[in-house]
């Protein structure tokens, strides 16, 4: 059973850090009882922005909490990662048979072979991309008092969780 000091803040989820999760799939929203432990990263947005822009991963590691959290992830999770995986799989396939084309095809009776390069290096680039990352998690936007905002939660998640009693005021300002 879920913690009864889980809240709804708007469209994230407040958790405290010792906490455990209501039995619903925070990524499908259906009923569940498979937990797994994932480590939540938490940064601020402006940092995590810095970072990507100046490529420079130690500056997001300096300014993060790490935060480890039981996630219930409901059966249709495996199910999504075999389908990325399948999608992976076939953009690495069609890339391959683009550049075999463009490889072993005669240019000068099909001239859009010429293509084939392109539409080779964007199909292999897009497969590996999907292969190498990994199922999009809940992300922490912030840690205070001893909670921990996650974003990235499905909706099905947050129905039926109280407000949480910084909404209000805040609201009301």
Known sequence: MGDARVHRDRRALVVPVDGTLP?????TG???????RHSIEVAPRLVRWLAACLMHHDLQEWFTKKV???????????????????????SLASGFAAMGAFLFGDLESW?????MPFVAIVAIAFGAGLALQPLPLPYGTRVRDGHVWLRGVHEGALDGLPA?????ARDAA
């Open 111 to 115: 001239r859009w072979l010429g293509l």
């Open 164 to 168: 949480w009693r910084g909404t209000a």
């Open 30 to 36: 259906d009923p569940t009882d498979h937990v797994e």
């Open 68 to 90: 480890d959290l039981d996630l219930p992830l409901g059966d249709g999770v495996p199910a999504l990662r075999r389908r990325r995986r399948a999608k992976a799989r076939r």
């Open 23 to 27: 039995p619903v799939c925070v990524l």
